[in-house]
């Protein structure tokens, strides 16, 4: 049950392995259609900007920011920086072997994981050190402060010297047995690296791997060990010391990050990861609802249901806008005051694969077929 429970998350991560009846096709009802589209009425000018190619993402691949440079990875092994600005290469470089996770970057070293468990460091394209990881990692490496950080299937977080890959630290918590197919939560918050591990947010000193604090966003529940899967998942919405992550399929939640405390939790059912501003924090829920939560207290403020069962990725907020790509390639622009539509953007056709980014003035979203589009809103 374990291994199939995997795989079942692995491959969707649209429901809980709760479901997995359905996904066997032992029973349960039909997927459901996705929400018919009423006529496009663009209401925010956006013009396409440039387009670019990577190899084909068959696995949802994060997508690196720094200033007006964009760092992306393929299954294939091929990482490349790009000018956001123009979509024209600044670098391209290879891996030497199938990428497991998205690329993290500081602008000078870009770090990936392969899924040999090696993380590899490149700058200007070219390999500079690779180290054998113990343990399998879904989660993009992070990079800062001359640091390669790497959380792991295991529930460890390590720490590499980005110039020669030396291993600084490694602390690992307890854990639930199993673990989801899906990244992680790891940020820098001042000089506190956060890290998502089980259903809790911790705060490591990032020279030492100390552990400062933990702070609980869902609890562990049930009689076995699919119920109590309560990994932190996708991306976290950070705002000054107050960062809000979703625990998968169980809870959406905000802590402050000075102190260590839980400003406040609210049950939620989804897989992808939070954006927001400070006044809101948006997530999509895995039935393709849009919702928007206060982030003083977790109230919600609003809830979409136009774009449900339509396979959406983690938002993205945008001015006045939160935009979400979906598994047919659109990419949906809504108010970020009550989620009516604002506009749609189309691709080639396959799902979008990360969230939606911003770099500079240019929104850019990444396909399955390895399509970069980069769009400018006016």
Same mark, same amino acid.
């Given at each position: ?8 998350? +692995? ?7 709760? !479901? ?9 009802? @039909? ?60 670098? *391209? ?26 993380? $590899? ?9 690779? @180290? ?29 010297? !980005?110039?020669?890959? *030396?291993? /600084? ?19 820098? =918050?001042?000089?506190?690296? =956060? ?6 947010? !911790? ?34 919405? *950070? ?6 992550? *979703? ?13 260590? +405390? ?22 999509? @829920? +895995?039935?393709?609802? $849009?919702?928007?939560?206060?982030? @003083? ?32 390639? /659109?990419?949906?622009? /809504? ?44």
């Amino acid at each position: 049950m374990r291994a199939a429970c995997s795989a079942i998350a +692995a491959a969707a991560l649209l429901a809980g392995c709760s !479901a997995m009846p359905s996904f066997l096709g032992l029973g349960g009802a @039909e997927k459901p259609k996705p929400a018919e589209l009423a006529p496009n009425v663009a209401l925010i000018a956006v013009r396409p900007a440039w387009t670019a190619r990577v190899g084909e993402v068959s696995a949802p691949m994060s997508v690196s920011v720094n200033g007006n440079t964009i760092a992306i990875a393929s299954v294939d092994g091929t990482v490349a920086a790009i000018d956001a600005a123009s979509g024209r290469d600044l670098w *391209r470089g290879s891996a030497g072997g199938p990428i497991a996770a998205g690329v993290g970057s500081d602008g000078t070293t870009a770090a990936v994981v392969t899924r040999a468990n090696e993380l $590899v460091a490149l700058a200007g394209g070219k390999p500079v050190w690779r @180290e054998q990881l113990p343990a399998v990692s879904y989660t993009a490496p992070f990079v800062a402060g001359g640091r390669v950080f790497v959380l792991t299937a295991d529930r460890s977080v390590s720490a590499f010297d !980005a110039r020669n890959g *030396r291993r /600084l630290w490694t602390q690992q918590r307890p854990g639930e047995p199993l673990v989801l197919r899906h990244g992680g939560v790891m940020l820098a =918050v001042g000089d506190t690296l =956060v890290v998502g591990l089980s259903g809790r947010l !911790a705060g490591l000193d990032p020279l030492t791997g100390r552990v400062r604090w933990e702070a609980p966003i869902a609890v562990p529940r049930g009689v076995n060990d699919v119920e109590r899967l309560v990994d932190l998942v996708g991306s976290a919405s *950070r705002v000054g010391d107050s960062v809000c992550a *979703r625990a998968f399929q169980a809870a959406v939640g905000c802590v402050n990050a000075a102190r260590g +405390a839980v400003a406040w939790t609210k049950p939620a059912s989804g897989a992808e990861g939070l954006h927001g501003d400070e006044r809101l924090v948006f997530g999509t @829920e +895995a039935d393709g609802k $849009v919702v928007a939560w206060k982030r @003083e207290n977790g109230d919600r403020a609003w809830v979409s249901e136009l774009l449900r069962h339509r396979g959406l990725t983690a938002p993205l907020s945008l001015g006045r806008s939160v935009v979400v790509g979906d598994s047919t390639g /659109l990419v949906h622009l /809504l108010s970020r005051e009550d989620g009516s539509p604002l506009n749609r953007l189309a691709t080639d056709g396959s799902p979008i694969m990360a969230a939606p980014v911003v770099a500079g003035n240019t929104l850019v979203v990444l396909t399955r077929n390895g399509g970069l589009y980069g769009f400018i809103p006016e």
